[in-house]
């Protein structure tokens, strides 16, 4: 055990005296800081099986079954390579979000990484790169923190890869994508993420997970896994905690 993780250790009777273990979505009392309480967990939506392989959508006809792959993907193949939800968005991951964003708890990062982790395969001795979805520099100001490159980085001590944090950015500041088309998300993110040219060289032949708190329309992964496509990433998955699915408001 590391010098840091034994302190951190030492001092988890105290700080669980100054501030007992709370759920951080009701407030009940739980055994660990940073956990969620029975009720809470049963909450939470895990995508189920048969899923399929390349999107992560649950399967639901005998047609898309025999194949594993959702008619989606097999009528237009997406450019990424998979996806790993740790949840179905729904009123328990939302919440955990908008405390964890817009809340400004960033001490969830820990445990909405677990959760991903959870659900993240490395595959034989190849490690991946873990690059966050990117903010524009006036969203990261404002903010405070981009919350994806903070679950990066604990995805990284999970060992699920090595964090890149700004392979990617954001030219230019596109307007809230909550509310618009399909059309409209594509249209507004033309040309506004691209890979930092002094990280090009650390990416390319290599494969990537790019990750982001909620995949929603798709329109700004699509734009990611292009950029990084482009800068000569051998094949990019896409880890997240909550999956939003079609139809679902958010």
């Given at each position: 055990m590391k010098i840091g993780a034994q302190i951190a250790e030492g001092l988890r009777p105290i700080v669980d005296l100054v501030y007992p273990p709370r759920c951080p979505l009701c407030g009940d009392a739980v055994a660990d800081q940073g956990g969620l309480c029975g009720e809470c967990w049963s909450e939470l939506e895990v995508p189920g099986e048969p899923a399929c392989l390349t999107c992560n959508r649950p399967l639901s006809s005998d047609a898309a079954k025999a194949v594993s792959q959702c008619f989606v993907c097999t009528n237009d193949p997406p450019l990424h390579s998979g996806v790993h939800a740790a949840s179905i968005y729904n009123d328990a991951s939302r919440r955990l979000i908008l405390n964890y964003k817009h809340g400004r708890k960033i001490a969830l990062a820990p445990l909405l990484a677990r959760l991903i982790a959870a659900r993240v395969l490395v595959h034989g001795e190849t490690v991946p790169l873990l690059i966050p979805v990117p903010l524009h520099r006036w969203r990261l100001w404002s903010r405070g923190f981009n919350q994806a490159a903070l679950l990066a980085q604990e995805l990284a001590k999970l060992?699920?890869?090595?964090?890149i944090v700004d392979a990617l950015e954001r030219t230019k500041r596109t307007p809230s994508l909550g509310g618009l088309g399909q059309k409209e998300r594509e249209a507004a993110l033309k040309g506004a993420i691209r890979p930092r040219k002094s990280k090009v060289s650390q990416l390319s032949g290599r494969d990537a997970i790019l990750v982001d708190?909620?995949?929603?329309?798709?329109?700004?992964?699509?734009?990611?896994?292009?950029?990084?496509?482009?800068?000569?990433?051998?094949?990019?998955?896409?880890a997240c905690f909550a999956r939003v699915m079609d139809g679902t408001k958010i």
């Open positions: 060992g699920k890869g090595d964090a708190d909620v995949l929603t329309s798709g329109a700004t992964s699509n734009a990611c896994v292009d950029a990084l496509l482009n800068a000569g990433v051998s094949s990019v998955r896409i």
